[in-house]
Structures are given as C-alpha cells and as structure tokens.
C-alpha cells in the first residue's frame, strides 16, 4: 500500500523527496530573504549618499532627515533611469 502513495505521489508531479508544502514554504522564505536583501541594498546606497551630501555641506549636522530624503529621492531616480 505505501508504494501506491509513493507512485501516485510521483505521478502528479512529485520531483523530490521533499513534501509539496516543505517546498512552497522553502520558496516562499528564499523569496522573503531576496526581498530583504533588496530593501537593505536599497537602505545602504541611500545611507551613501546622504553620507555624500553631508560631505559636500561641510560634514555640518542638524540636516540628516533632509539629507537622507533628498538621498532617497535621488538614488530611486536614478534605479528608475535604469
């Protein structure tokens, strides 16, 4: 009886030892690592170049909210230019 569950399994598709909703759940966890990674990527290229308009005001602080909107707005420009 259990080789029936076995063959029938493998008739629908079955492509591994691994159940179907180990594999969704596996899939869904590589998909939510990509898109944090994306988001930290994004996060780190706008910290950059806020750090870089920080620079070029002469490293004065009390602007970092401004700096970091006016990084973000033009990092996202320029991934949209892509």
Known sequence: MPQSKLWNWLLKGGDSFMPTEAKKTTTTTMTATTTHEKIHD????????????????????GNDAQDWLEAERLVRRSMRQR
């Open 42 to 61: 994004l996060n780190e290229l706008i910290a950059k170049k806020a750090y870089e308009l920080y620079e070029k005001r002469g490293c004065q602080p």
